[in-house]
């Protein structure tokens, strides 16, 4: 019997409520997940997300509610090798992590998390935690995120045993009309037209990648990048590629839908299953990491181009 005195599935649940002492310290963490079984990354009453899990084992270990924020909130469903999310310690609670093992504090919950969450599975597995530099914050000093999307098109290249992270399409795709779409949409758009768009949050997007290759078992594999995605922004791009690869709609349907800067149902998300958070990068320079996070947290404008910072950390296996 699980004696645990909290569910990992539904955190908040630890005996003490708050610290006794201001929480200065920002930890930063890299988890990759397996997002079948979760109802996305974001805390959701009565849900499995990866928040709660993660949230829910570093309540346990800190013996208070700890909260985190994520690079990128993922949907229902996808997965991320490289995910990165940030959360806050006192000073006392970051010198008790190594419980004189003389081990580097990071390292020591990065051990700790590492069996508290085994019980997942797997599904969800810590790489790194470490003392953040100042100034940052995993969701606004990003400089771009990486996706990947798996399409097997035809029975053919249906493999039950990759299923769980490979999109299923019936018919074969054109691959070349797939990267002709793609490419109508790089730049600084606003991209409404691909977007489910959230409350005072802009729409406006600066894709620098976007393109559809073959790999050697024949999949069509798509790699995209940009400084962030809004939420389904990723599903419905490729959902749009899609339909004039099969040939339901004609080329340059997507630049058309693009130019006309309004969601309606004659977008089509693709399936969650196939999309991979792939990487996220930061400033090398630990100085530019706070500038990096006031410049993104102002609303972004069409001539607003902060993504060109030279030096990149990013966060790959």
């Known amino acids: 019997m699980n004696t645990s005195p909290i569910d990992l599935r539904h955190p908040g ?60 909130r993922t ?37 700790r998390l590492r069996g508290v969450l085994g019980r997942e599975n797997g599904a969800v597995l810590v790489h790194d935690v470490w003392i953040a530099p100042d ?13 990947s999307y798996r399409i097997a098109d035809g029975p053919a290249r249906f493999d039950p045993l990759t299923r769980a992270y490979t999109m299923w399409h019936k018919t074969e795709l054109d691959v070349g009309l797939l990267n ?11 991209f409404l037209s691909f977007c489910k768009p959230r409350e005072h949050a802009t729409t406006i997007r600066t894709l620098t990648e976007f393109s559809f290759v073959r790999d050697s078992e024949g999949i069509i594999v798509a790699h995209l990048k940009a400084d962030a995605f809004c939420h389904n922004m990723v599903r419905a791009m490729i959902g749009a590629c899609i339909k004039v690869g099969d040939g339901r709609e004609t080329p ?29 990068a930061y400033p090398l320079d630990d100085h530019e990491i706070a500038r990096r996070a006031e410049l993104t947290r102002t609303r972004r404008k069409p001539d607003d181009i902060t993504t060109d910072l030279p030096e990149l950390r990013g966060f790959t296996e």
């Open 13 to 72: 649940l630890a005996p003490d409520g708050g610290a006794t002492e201001p929480a200065t310290v920002r930890l930063a963490i890299r988890i990759g997940y397996d997002g079948t079984a979760y109802n996305g990354w974001a805390l959701q009453p009565g849900l499995p997300t990866v928040q709660g899990v993660l949230e829910a084992g570093l309540t346990m270990l800190i013996r208070r509610n700890i909260r985190t924020v994520v690079a990128g």
């Open 135 to 147: 100034g940052f914050d995993a969701r606004f000093s990003a400089l771009w995120r990486r996706y």
């Open 180 to 190: 002709s779409e793609a490419v109508s949409l790089l730049g600084r758009h606003d």
């Open 252 to 280: 340059g349907w997507v630049a058309r839908r693009l130019a006309e800067a309004v969601r309606d149902s004659r977008i089509m998300l693709a399936d969650p299953r196939a999309l991979v958070l792939e990487e996220v």
């Open 75 to 111: 949907d229902a469903g996808v997965h991320a090798r490289n995910q990165i999310a940030h959360f806050d310690l006192t000073p006392t609670e970051v010198a008790g992590l190594a419980r004189g093992s003389g081990l580097e504090p990071g390292f020591a919950l990065l051990r």
